[in-house]
Every structure is written in C-alpha cells, then in structure tokens.
C-alpha cells in the first residue's frame, strides 16, 4: 500500500488502522513519516500483540 501512495502521502497524517490484527499497517506509517496511528481491534489478544510491538519498536 506505502509503494502506492509513497511516504510523502502519510508525512505529518493521522493513520486510523481498523481491524488492526498486529498494527502493521499503523506502525509502518509511524516509521513513514505519520503523526500518530490509531488503533482499532476487538480481539483481545491481538490488542495485546499491537501492545508488544509498540513496546519493540518505541
């Protein structure tokens, strides 16, 4: 998807990541320049996953 728009298109945006699974697609804006990322899952123990990788990542 970042291929398509290029890191110009996210720089100093807002990410909303629906259905975020392991906020991938929030966290790979982060490191492409976005403001912040939201995240939005109802699993429990994906929450928990986005959790862990934020902590990884910083």
């Known amino acids: 998807m970042f291929s398509v728009i290029g890191s110009e298109g996210v720089s100093g945006k ?3 990541d629906l259905f975020a699974c392991t906020g991938a697609l929030g966290l ?8 912040s990322a ?10 928990r996953l986005i959790q862990e990788n934020i ?3 910083g």
């Not at 939201?38 to 929450?47: A, D, I, L, R, T």
């Open 14 to 16: 807002k990410a909303l």
């Open 28 to 35: 790979e804006a982060i490191s492409r320049g976005a403001e």
């Open 55 to 57: 902590d990884k990542l």
């Open 38 to 47: 939201h995240f939005v899952e109802k699993s429990g123990k994906n929450y």
